[in-house]
């Protein structure tokens, strides 16, 4: 079956919430999923519930029947997720144009030293033969 994940959506800030558990935790239940949330953030078991649903219908994540729970997966790896919504932002925001994006990114001034130097340390390991 034809995943969903096609259609480009974003997720929303709950989705992604969930989905970054997900990413870092593994396949869980409901419950294992609402324990990883922080304690600040305690949305209803229904809630939970509801948000991995429609993020199944998605196509990001799938279920199966364990007794009587159901285990959520991800389907879409998260290097994935980011890379088409960088190429999106790039697209979208940037004109397609990846270059502003990094000029953007280091004109920002919350950027200090080492953020700089690891930028730069990232960009010339790409440009190595």
């Given at each position: 079956?034809r995943?969903?994940?096609h259609d480009?959506r974003l997720l929303?800030?709950?989705?992604l919430?969930?989905?970054?558990?997900?990413?870092?935790?593994?396949?869980?239940?409901?419950?294992?999923?609402?324990?990883?949330?922080?304690?600040?953030?305690?949305p209803?078991y229904?809630?939970?519930?509801?948000?991995l649903?429609?993020?199944?219908?998605?196509?990001?994540v799938?279920?199966?029947?364990?007794g009587?729970?159901?285990v959520y997966?991800?389907?879409?790896?998260?290097d994935?997720y980011?890379?088409?919504?960088l190429?999106?932002?790039?697209?979208?925001?940037?004109?397609?144009d990846p270059s502003?994006?990094?000029?953007r990114?280091?004109s920002d001034?919350?950027?200090?030293?080492d953020?700089?130097?690891?930028?730069?340390?990232i960009?010339?390991?790409?440009?190595k033969?």
């Amino acid at each position: 079956m034809r995943s969903k994940l096609h259609d480009h959506r974003l997720l929303t800030p709950a989705e992604l919430e969930l989905m970054t558990i997900l990413w870092a935790e593994g396949p869980g239940t409901v419950r294992r999923v609402m324990d990883s949330l922080p304690v600040d953030r305690q949305p209803a078991y229904t809630t939970v519930s509801t948000i991995l649903r429609i993020l199944e219908q998605k196509g990001f994540v799938t279920s199966r029947k364990e007794g009587r729970s159901h285990v959520y997966g991800a389907t879409v790896e998260r290097d994935q997720y980011e890379g088409r919504n960088l190429r999106q932002l790039v697209g979208s925001l940037f004109g397609g144009d990846p270059s502003a994006l990094v000029r953007r990114l280091v004109s920002d001034e919350s950027l200090d030293q080492d953020d700089l130097l690891e930028l730069q340390r990232i960009v010339d390991e790409r440009l190595k033969p």
